[in-house]
């Protein structure tokens, strides 16, 4: 009875554990993919591969990126404060002794010789000499320097030469004794000296300011790009009282010479010696006084080199697609890999806007948000898919749709606003963009049969109609392209550090450019159109400023 109790318990232990297994594993099943993925430990697993095996999402590229440094032109100033470097030399007294008194007896010695210490600086200072009075004397007077002998003589005059003091004798710290000595075989006689006012003076100079230093930041960006750089400085000073002008970029000497002075100098700086940050300039003179005004570093930068990330996208990913369209045409197509800074279409389909007129910058002709500001980079005024101008844009120069000539507008105003067009002769016709032939063929009071294809859209007249003699056609290619397939999508996004700040780069993709101009903390945007099979590349270039950025990424996306 009690093996059977055993076996039943067993029988209904190991179906509790059948149940609960095949809970788990539809609780499992019915988890989101990506919860799922986390959950099995695969959190890396990537979209589809061959064998068909697939998760709905992946991350193709993440990168922290920082700051991206903005570079305007290839010449950059820095202008450095006008700096003095002066080393005055002027006569000053080491020591002074009142008055000193020796005397030798033949059997009295104890005052015959006198000691007295001096301190200087042996680099600043020059001609050094000893002088003093003779109040009284007999016999030879002996005087030593640091124990080498300088003079040994009998002094009968009261204002005796001053006595050169060797600069090859002198040391930073110096001993002079003065001594006489022993009257000898005249036993009854005394030698003896009274000097008065000795004084040890030299010729010294204050290096306190012989030295200055400036200092000018470069960013890495800078520094990698610098094809040449110069110190440009104006030296005022007097030539026949100037020595040696020294100058040191980061303790490196690039110029060591007298400076020509009243005449405008450069140097030239080893790029090498350069570091991203603060670089230090040093200047140094050991004599004289000079005053450098309008000082400068000049650096002349290549063209810059921004940094390039890479992803990689399998063939597994891509379809061939047949197209009819031309790439640059107003045709209502958008070839795959098209530019939208080439295509109108291209620029419409997302949902940018378009300048009919080439721009200074190509990056400028689509654009996704124009500012007030921008208004006038488009000469010819922005619009989009509709015609519409921005929000920012109405009513100005250039806005085709609100009934206005204005007369601020380029000249000759028909030119460039479809208004002034119709304003200068209701029976003109109107090209929406520019005709191959020029700006001059953007309004025209009549349309040759030849002149049809001139204006891609084609002639409007006021009221939208076409003229009789354009039977408008677009020209159309056949092409096979290789684009990504419908039931995927490319998305990249860009993290700043700063919210409610405008930030504007170009975003290059594989060669397709496009402006990014947000205040968000967040930008995304749908890349399909960009990609290609194999190596993929992104550079980001600032507009017209840094811009800092805590990560890029690319995903990609199942959505079929």
Partial sequence: MRSEKKGQYASNAAAFIAVVTVVIIMYILFLPPDIRTELLGDKNALINDSSGSSTDSSILLRQNVGLVTYIDSNEKTYNLP????????????????????ITHALFDSEKSSYELDFDMNKDATKNVLLSFNIKDHAGPLIITLNGKEIFNSEITSNN???????????????????????????????????????????????????????????????????????????PNCNLKDVGSLRIDLNRRTIYDSVADCGTRTFAVLNKGDL?????????????????????YVKITMSEPAYNTYFFELKDDYFSTKNTNSVCGEYDGVCPAGCD???????????????????????????????????????????????????????????????????????????????????????????????????????CKANID??????????????????????????????????????????????????????????????????????????????????????????????????VNIAELRVELRKVI
């Fill in 449 to 546: 049969p030849s002149e049809c294809s001139l204006c891609p859209s084609g002639y409007k007249n006021k009221d939208g109609s076409s003229p009789d003699s354009c039977n408008v056609a677009n020209v159309n290619v056949q092409d096979d392209t290789y684009v990504l397939s419908e039931t995927y999508e490319t998305k990249l996004i860009l993290e700043f550090v700063e919210n409610n700040v405008r930030k504007r780069v170009d975003i290059n993709v594989n060669g397709h450019t496009f402006r990014v101009d947000t205040a968000g903390i967040e930008y995304t945007k749908i890349i399909d159109d960009y990609v290609r099979k194999g190596t993929n590349s992104i550079e980001i270039i600032p507009v017209d400023d840094d």
């Fill in 275 to 295: 570091v991203s940050g603060a670089n230090e300039v040093r200047f140094n003179s050991n004599k004289g006084s000079y005053t450098l005004d309008n000082m």
């Fill in 82 to 101: 006008a700096t003095r470097v002066y080393s005055p030399t002027s006569g000053q007294v080491l020591k002074s002794i009142p008055s000193i008194a």
């Fill in 340 to 442: 939208e800074t080439i295509d109108a279409d291209c620029c419409f389909k997302r949902s940018g806007f378009w300048c009919a007129l080439p721009t200074l910058n190509v990056n400028d002709r689509c654009i996704f948000y124009v500012a007030s500001d921008n208004c006038n980079i488009c000469k010819t005024g922005y619009y989009d898919s509709s015609f519409d101008s921005p929000t920012n844009c109405e009513n100005m120069a250039g806005d085709n749709n609100d009934n206005k000539c204005l007369t601020n507008t380029t000249e000759p105003a028909r030119y460039y606003d479809k208004d002034c067009c119709f304003a200068s002769n209701p029976d003109n016709y109107w090209c929406q963009e520019v005709p191959v032939t020029g700006i001059s063929d953007k």
């Fill in 160 to 234: 005796p030469k001053p006595i050169t003091l060797d600069a090859q004798t002198l040391e930073s710290s110096n001993k002079l004794v003065f001594s006489t000595t022993s009257p000898g075989w005249r036993f009854w006689g005394v030698n003896k000296y009274s000097i008065e006012t000795l004084q040890i003076t030299a010729d010294v100079t204050d290096y306190t300011n012989a030295e200055a230093t400036q200092y000018f930041t470069i960013s890495d960006a800078e520094r990698k790009n610098i094809e040449a750089i110069q110190l440009y400085f104006y």
